[in-house]
């Protein structure tokens, strides 16, 4: 179980939204992706939906390249939701949970979500729900944050307050095949991968993850343990991880293609 306030993600996601495509560098990197791959798993498919679809950037492109697609998207963020209505006009979009899917069972031939749940407690119901809403043969295709993402922030945190317990936690490589298998789907490819960018100074970092949404979902994590924690953690992660080119931060991609 991954403890998450979901209603601290809502907030964040919709405050961020206006700012959100300009500084999600790697969430980009991961839609192209998902783009390439989605044209090879489902080339056919006339009816899509992209769950946490944020500002309806990966709906677009994929709208663009298939003429005569039906499009729909929701996201938890009310924010994120009005941006993507507003970018993909004739889209069906609801703000609604990726564990409550507001749509009739065979909806869709095609469901994708990129760089969103890993913002859940567990993949399993949001796996069964994407089941649910897909045709027979239907794909599902999802890219997530995992394990081994801000690995090096993690790390600061430990070395500034002993540990990273209130930091997020992200799911493994072998959870997201175990969820797929549990809610009654066929993989077709589970595979991982590690993006890594950089900033000036750890400061930087956390204003970058800000920026986007990408604050802690932890109950009760509010401020982390307070100004001196966080001038702690920001020495621990320079004196730890500084590079000539800045700080690292690291973002571990785990993908899933699975077929209904």
Request: hydrophobic residues 50%; aromatic residues 6%; glycine residues 8%.
């Amino acid at each position: 179980m991954n403890p998450v306030d979901k209603r601290r993600v809502r907030r964040s996601f919709s405050r961020s939204a206006a700012a959100y495509d300009g500084r999600a560098v790697v969430q980009r990197t991961i839609q192209d992706r998902m783009l390439a791959l989605v044209s090879e798993a489902a080339p056919r498919a006339r009816r899509a939906l992209d769950v946490g679809a944020g500002t309806g950037a990966l709906l677009a492109h994929l709208a663009a390249a298939r003429p005569g697609l039906a499009p729909a998207a929701v996201d938890l963020a009310p924010g994120m939701a009005a941006a993507a209505r507003t970018r993909v006009p004739g889209a069906l979009v609801a703000a609604a949970d990726a564990e409550a899917l507001p749509f009739r069972s065979g909806s869709f031939d095609l469901v994708v979500s990129t760089s969103a749940l890993q913002w859940l407690e567990r993949l399993e119901p949001a796996f069964r729900e994407a089941r649910r809403v897909l045709a027979p043969g239907g794909v599902l295709a999802v890219a997530l944050f995992g394990a081994g993402t801000l690995r090096e922030l993690k790390d600061a945190w430990r070395a500034a307050a002993g540990d990273s317990a209130r930091t997020h936690r992200f799911f493994s490589l072998d959870e997201v095949a175990g969820a797929l298998a549990a809610a009654g789907l066929a993989a077709r490819a589970v595979f991982e991968e590690e993006l890594v960018e950089h900033h000036p100074d750890a400061r930087a970092v956390l204003r970058a993850l800000k920026a986007i949404g990408a604050t802690s979902a932890v109950p009760g994590a509010r401020g982390l343990g307070g100004r001196r924690a966080t001038l702690d953690m920001l020495r621990a992660y320079e004196e730890r991880h500084a590079t000539s080119r800045g700080v690292p931060v690291t973002w571990h991609v785990v993908w899933g293609l699975a077929t209904r």
